[in-house]
């Protein structure tokens, strides 16, 4: 976290991008050359001009906005590693990607955080996963991983314990699957790998007091006195990370000095479980219902934003067809209600935060599972929806929302779809939003609680990549629907909501406004869902179990309720084989959206801690991956 | 004046606390006796508690709710191939299974070792399953199918976590009674309750189908039976459903069914037939000459 943040000027720059990249070359001829392998795009930078381009790109083109800063292994493909970044303009249109290459060796790429803060945690994931260096990054240490960890394990050569094979499927699984359990496997044996200078005898971990170091502790505070004479000690506090208010296991590391936070340092990866290598592992479909687990409470934006991206990918193929109509209208009718599900567990639970103990939340999850008892019966299941394939969705909507009796005990609900989703839409869902809106907004004690506590500025949630209504709420209108539009969007009236003051309340308000605004989409989702009644939902030959994906690179982002999350994949597969992706990458809006933290809890006070992390709305399932 | 945002939003909170007695009264007494009570309380219209009294009383799951997978047999009452598999250990589901929860062993013929199409042995260890239900959506006999039975707590993970094929398999009947608009469906799209390449299977096996089993097979897709079980179906949930006016409708799929087996390109018995002999003489003349 850097305490000065340079920012990038106001004017807005509407070159269009082949120009950009252009403009780019010209500048400096030396360092740029077009990305010209099969399937990519986007220019590579010589590492050594790299912060003088990003300066150019953030400062004269106007790509003020990184969304996503991410490391690939080209093991074997050309030996060497790449960070690859992409950079949007605020306004809107489509990215401006320039990557940088280094040896595998020493990897080394210099770090962008001084122009864009945003990357502090990306850049300190990639040299987590990957061991890649970045000179100039302030803080540069391990973010999932803790300190003792052995190797990089993203890098394309370091197995897992209990590795079995470099790809799914297994061959221990057909035709002669004798089963076995992992951890039947001597977990002492070949699967585990130790430093070679490991001395179990000698071994401490040291990860605690390089954290506290950094936190300010140490200093003489003997000599400082404030103006009233008092002496205050700094303390150290830990805020989690089993504590109930951080949504699931995360810490916050708070240096205080009274109730005031001097400085907070947010360590997580408590729920890692190296997503995006089990992803890599997997073929292309077998990763669809593991980002249900990510941000586990909206599952269906983020199948649609994997199928997305690797709908990108496969467009370059000849078999490809794009998604039929009623496809999109039911993913749109999906992601919408997905977005109303998040957003009244968020306002839930941020009012749990400020001690509502558990009324709002309540009355919000029991408008929930309205819309979860219509996911269960489409989809198959409450919360891990595994709905969206590429070229279409799983299965049509059902006719009828019947439950089947097979336990002892069970009783029965049998609905019309159609009639129960246009009574939930038009009356249910706005009399619920209603509703919490007269409980909630006018209250005095949330007020008191919300108005002015941290803070965000507009230009300061554009420099450290913050998404969603996290962004929205500090005045900035930029929502992926509209900035880059994906899906039917474009034939959908809708308003990108967005609040000024960037405070918790103001956060708080903003879901309340895009909550109605979904509720306007799916009123005109609702008589295109009976136009297309019986059209197919699905493009192609949906038997195909193993598709196929081009060799090549692609970045799919859809707006999740939480901010922008961000696919990007790439495929180096043999085209006829069985394939996997080669590099699967998510750009989680939890993770990125807690870099500013820090800088937003500075001067408050410590009870609005937990109140700043509940309006940020995070999930840890997809903050840790 | 200050306060007057807190009192609004108390009384939100009281006209909920007196909704649900309100709800309680509206029942008098029997609110959780009946069955369309339940179904109002569960539903859009519902007011008060919306708490469901697990496990004096329990949420039905819908039709397309997945859980744990099981493998479909014959019923036990089929003429010739009760109790055999649907399964002919292709490895499909295993291949497409995400977290690589499902071991097959092929079948093997003991004296030619070639593949037979039966599974030896099927594991599938079911804390590792994710319950994403591919391996029912891409399995091409249908042969194995998402179950509705949640309710799997067990003392000892060890002992009882790896299902092998004997706690695995379940008559094709539970699968038709958990989702009999599914069941229709697939049939439908296979062009009989039976998958033809299970038939053609049993007879190169050397067995040969009585003519009962295959003709049946096709023709219970038309015929009167199954529309008079589909009707006896949605009689059955006609009376739970609260509102009269669902006794008249019966289940969608029924009305769309009959003339959809033929307008959905599919081969007629006849023309399957004749297509096969020829393929045989075809296969006769190659194996004379």
New interface residues.
Partial sequence: MTDQVTLAPERANTMPLENAVDYLKRKYPDAIKDDTRQGYSGVIVDRAHLVDVARTIRDELGFNYLSSATAVDYLGVEDSMEMVYHAYRIAGGSALVFKAQTARENAEVPSLIEIYPGADFQEREAYDLYGIQFPGHPNLKRILLWDGFDGHPMRKDWKEAYYEEET???D????????R?AEELNVFGKNVRYPADLDLSKLSDTSEQSLYSGMGLGVDVEGIEDEEGIHTDKLIVNLGPHHPSTHGVFRMVVTLEGETIVQLEPVMGYLHRNHEKIGER?AW??????TDRLDYISSMSNNLGYALAVEKLMAAGARYQPPTYRAEVIRVLMVELTRIVNHYWAIGFLLNDLGAFF?PAL?AI?ER??IL?FF??????RM?C?YMRFQGI??DL??????????????????NTLD?LT??IN??IPRSID?LD????????I?ERTIGVGYLPPEMAIAYSAAGPLLRASGVPYDVRRAEPYSIYPELDFDVSVRYNGDIYDRYLIRLDEMRESVRILKQILPRLERTKGESTYAGNK?I??PRVPIGEAYGRVENPKGELGYYVVSQGDPKGPQNPWRYHVRAPSFINLTPLGAMCRGQKVADVVAILGSIDIVLGETDR | MYGMGILKGLSVTLKHLVRTYVDDIKYAGRKYLRQENFEERQGLKADGAFTVMYPEEKLAVPERFRFVPFLVVEDADHPERAGEDWCTSCGICAKVCPPQCIWIVRGEDPVTKRPVPQPEAFFIDIDICMNCGYCAEFCPFDAIKMDHDYEMASYDRTKHHIHDKAKLSKPFSYWTSIAPTTAFEEARDRGGWEHPDIIKEFKKSGRTPTPVSEASSQANLNSAAFVAKQKADAEAAAVVAAAPKDASAPPAPVAEATPAVSASGEVSPEERKRRRDEALARKKAKADS
Wanted: glycine share 2%.
């Fill in positions: 799914k499927p297994f221990s699984r057909w035709p002669k699957g004798y089963v359990r997997n479909n077998h990763n669809m219902p593991f009324t009355y029991a599972e309205k008892d269960e019966a489409t989809a198959g299941s891990m595994n799983a299965k059902p006719e009828r929302i019947r439950s089947v009796s097979n336990l002892v005990n069970d009783k029965l609900r049998d609905f129960y009574e939930l009356e249910r509703e007269r409980y909630l907004t006018d209250s005095e004690i007020k038997a179990y193993m």
